[in-house]
């Protein structure tokens, strides 16, 4: 649609609190309702996981090419997290939301301060796993991290909750299916700012116009 920006996204949790699943999900309702989204694929320096592919989960990069890219300014936002640096490339964003398709950054806490300073107008959610129990049960059924990693997650996971009140919304993850339902209507909600319809308002108001004086012109 001419004129209109994507939206973007951050979505933020402490590891294995259902980001992924989250954001795949809303993609899917909102594909549905013809909205157009991208979920940005980020450069990390840690292993991948057995499930993970490059290019798919992350661009898994040395952290030598991920200094220089950094050098190159390259990222919109990086941070470390766990001892492995993560970023969001530039390029898996910009051009995206000036061709109005919204992006999904799946970034944590840090990253997503940078970018709340470079686009003030970024919507951030944060997602909250109802308990501890279940985020460490979550993480261990993945299956894709071993004890130790699990352990930095969790902890790393109360730091998280200390800024999580700086978000513009918080989605408890507990009953999957509710969390998808309202990270859609999130999404939406978004969507529905008047600022963000007036191009289809402003069709709407010059069409009725139109038809206004045709009718009644004598
Ligand atoms: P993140 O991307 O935040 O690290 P994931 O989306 O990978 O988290 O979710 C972590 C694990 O928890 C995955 O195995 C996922 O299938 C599972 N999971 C996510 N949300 C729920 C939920 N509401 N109920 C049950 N399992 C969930
Ligand atoms: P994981 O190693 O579990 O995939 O991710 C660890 C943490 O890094 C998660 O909180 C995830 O959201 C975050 N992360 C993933 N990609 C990026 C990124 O590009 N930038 C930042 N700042 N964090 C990221």
Sequence with gaps: MAGHR????????PSGGGKTTLIKAAMA????????SHFSVSHTTRTARPSETDGVDYHFASRESFENMVAAGEFLEWAEYAGNLYGTARAEVEGRLSMGTDVFLDIEVQGANQV?????????????PPSYDVL??????????ATEAIRQRLQWASREFGVAGEFDYAIINDRLDDAVKVLTGICLAEHH??????????????????HLEEDYSQ
């Design 6 to 13: 994507g939206v973007l996204f951050i979505v933020s949790s």
């Design 29 to 36: 309702e909102l594909a549905g309702r013809g909205i157009k």
């Design 116 to 128: 709340k300073t470079l686009v003030p107008e970024v919507v951030k959610v944060f997602i909250y």
């Design 136 to 145: 460490k049960h979550r993480l261990t059924q993945r299956g894709q991290d």
């Design 193 to 210: 700012r008047s600022k963000r319809m007036k191009p289809r308002l402003d069709g709407i108001r010059e069409g009725f116009q139109q």
